[in-house]
């Protein structure tokens, strides 16, 4: 046997390396088994220097001109074509010794021309074929005798590599041995991961159905996100559970464990589902309790649920464990501003105490103040925050609605220098209107 060379020189040289460690005379003529793994547009001419080879295995690789290798090598009895970005199978006939085919997670579509082939096997595990190919031809094969490998593997598995394949999408669904729902790129190209498991099989579906997967790349990497959701939230317990005992390892179990639930509260939340990340800060409090970013973050996910009293009693307990988290200030202030205005102004008026050049924060206090009416408060908030801050256009808007009814020059003022630190700016240009409309 030999080892694995990402181009077939190399591979010929080291299957010509074990054979010579028992025969010191063996030639390229003695080589018969030959695995290529991880190569890109290679050139497969070499083959023609090992006449005898019998069995040719090529792993994750791109672009592969099957017809090439075909030619080079008509001997071949045994092919493995494995994680190959590999559409085409017509090159079949040109291999009259071909007897055990294996295309497993591959973007082959079509499988009739193994009809015309005399097989002992197949493999096909993962390929997108499509509804002739398995529903007539696979059963055609079986008949004959072939041996279908993973034969019973369940239809939906198919299913979802057809439906990744009609929305134009490289990736290919498959079982483990241990019969885990994977995906995987056919020729592990970008992006990473190359492979992504799922506990859950429905995720698929689910996922495929978000505004975000309109794309491949969006869609990986909503399945990443995924993976790591279910991943983390199942490691999490048992580290402490294999090494929370050990004094040697006990500190970083614990830490691995908190990070793990942090992990995958931040992937579920990432993916529109706050319940679920819900579910991983409260065990991440259960196993913390003085742990403020998770206090923090679960008030996050509390007021997207409509939770926001509970949301507020978070945020407050977070602040409380850390006073100087600027991020846990800067959600309490800004989430009590949303819904208790009044509040809002005394939370930003903490937090300013701490962070007084918290540019953002004295923009949103002064918002808040004008739209509660204080318009004098207002004013002068407005000009702390252009001191601050003076190139963010939004803060020249805001500025720009309190003076509207009172000075409608000086509010024109406001959003042209808006629109001059931001062409196209939306809100100054609705501004500008409304004071049209006036005159």
Known sequence: MSEHHPSVEQAIASALNFLRKENRRASTKDVRVLTVTEGGAGHFGALEVVPQLRSLSIRKWTHLDMGAVARQAPQVSILSLWDVDLADNEWLGMLPALALVDFRRSNITTLRPLLDCSLASVACTGCPIDEVSFHEVLPALRERGVHLHRINDPEWVWRISRTLHDRGFPAVAWLTDSDELCLSIPGF????????????????????????????????????????????????????GRFGDNPRFADRARAATLNGHMKSARAWFALHR??????????????????????????????????????????????????????????????????????GVARYDELLQRFPDDGPAVHNRAVLLRDLGRREEALAAFEHALRLLPDE????????????????????ACYRRALALRPEFPAAEEGLARIASRA
Do not use: Y
């Open 189 to 240: 190209q970008v992006p990473e991961p190359a492979i992504i498991g799922f506990d859950d099989p429905d995720a698929i579906p689910w996922l495929l159905d978000k505004p975000d997967a309109a794309d491949f790349e969006g869609f990986w990497r909503l399945a990443a996100l995924h993976r790591e959701a279910e991943r983390s939230a199942k490691t999490a317990p048992r580290l402490m």
């Open 274 to 343: 706050p319940a679920d990340a819900l579910v991983q800060l409260d065990a991440a409090i259960a196993f913390d309790p003085a742990h403020a970013p998770a206090h923090m973050q679960r008030g996050v996910v509390l007021e997207r649920l409509g939770r926001v009293d509970e949301a507020l009693e978070a945020l407050a307990e977070a602040v409380r464990l850390d006073p100087d988290d600027h991020a846990a200030w800067t959600n309490l202030a800004f989430l009590t501003g949303r819904h208790h205005p009044i509040r």
């Open 393 to 412: 256009p939004a803060v020249h808007v805001n500025l720009g609605v309190l003076h509207e009814h009172d000075d409608p020059e000086a509010a024109r």
